[in-house]
């Protein structure tokens, strides 16, 4: 019977150490990487994860051991291969690497993308959806069919949560400007016409955000807080109705640090009403970059056999999810 599975995530601000098995979370500890000023500073991000992996790998082991689970029932470990910044993920591989080799098992690369759709899997009722992915760097909408996972829609430019991070840093607004942005919209409903751009099934948000920066000298922060939210959160909506139609499932699950924002919720929640199908989003520990994803996905991809040599697991900064073989699922 397959125990365990230690996972690292260390994409860029989160550095999070998890231990899950098939039904839950054993444990998991989590230190973020916040800056002094400005977004991430990739070196920086890189060596605070150095600094604090071997810290967070041991609270993960000691919370774990006090629920009855030693170090020798770790099956594998598994680690954020990409996508992701390069020297963010180079950190974590160095520290999963070693420490599959001190205990003696495998190594497992997991898509940091479809680790997130996996725990949204498990932590929901959700079966077979179509996903809307959206965090800082990453908006994409996603499906499974025949194999793998495909892309139905994504950004041509920036991820929708650093489209939102850039017009909060112009707005004098501090890190992470998401939730800040999410607060003052809430306080207006007057609408400023703002770029809307879908190209096809694909998205575009630097010109919405830089947008949004002009208004700043025209119209109250509320205003065009409401407004940029609104515009965004329509475009994605929009791409994910048209995936769902286009690939005839019953189920949409939001996914992504962008997720926690209730207005996108709301605005999913009636697309998927009208269109008479389920709704699904995971609780907000799952939400944003976490341990316990990539841990899931690697004991899902581990127990389907899919492991790395030591000398096959570079990262990839650009790992696409529609380039990964999806051995774990029928």
């Known amino acids: 019977m397959k125990k365990a599975v230690l996972g690292i995530e260390g994409t860029a ?24 000023s400005g977004g991430i500073h990739p070196r920086e991000a890189a060596q605070h994860h150095a600094k604090y992996a071997s810290l967070m790998v041991k609270k993960a082991l000691d919370e774990a051991q006090e629920k009855g689970i030693e170090v020798s029932d770790i099956d594998a470990i598994s680690f954020s291969q990409g996508p992701g910044l390069g020297a963010c993920l180079r950190t974590v591989a160095t520290a999963a690497r070693m420490l599959a080799i001190t205990l003696d098992v495998p190594l497992v690369g997991v898509n940091h993308c479809l680790a997130h759709v996996e725990v949204g899997r498990w932590k929901t009722p959700a079966d077979d959806p179509v996903t809307l992915y959206v965090s800082g760097a990453n908006s994409q909408v996603l499906a499974y069919r025949m194999g793998k996972y495909r892309v139905f829609g994504e950004t041509l430019d920036i991820g929708l949560g650093n489209a939102l991070d850039k017009f909060a840093r112009s707005a004098g607004l501090s890190h992470p400007g998401g939730p800040k942005i999410e607060q003052l919209a809430g306080q207006s409903d007057n609408y400023i016409p703002m770029p809307y751009v879908v190209k096809g099934m694909d998205l575009s948000f630097s010109g919405l955000s830089t947008a949004a920066t002009e208004s700043l000298t025209k119209y109250p922060l509320e205003d065009v807080c409401h407004s940029l939210q609104e515009n965004a959160f329509a475009m994605v909506v929009e791409v994910t109705e048209r995936a769902l139609a286009h690939t005839e499932k019953n189920e949409v699950l939001l996914a992504g640090g962008v997720g926690a924002n209730a207005r996108l919720r709301e605005m999913l929640d009636i697309m998927c009403e009208d269109r008479g199908a389920s709704f699904y989003v995971p609780e907000k520990r799952f939400m944003g970059d976490n341990g316990a994803m990539i841990a899931y996905l690697g004991l899902l991809m ?27 699922r029928e």
């Not at 098995?21 to 500890?29: L, R, T, Y």
Request: net charge negative; hydrophobic share 40%; glycine share 2%.
């Open 13 to 36: 601000w989160n550095l999070s150490v998890a231990i899950v098995n098939e039904k839950d979370v054993i444990s998991e500890a989590t230190d973020m990487y916040v800056p002094p």
């Open 302 to 328: 581990y127990e389907a056999g899919d492991t790395l040599d030591i000398e096959d697991s570079h990262v990839n900064p650009n790992f696409r999810p529609d380039a990964v073989d999806v051995s774990w």
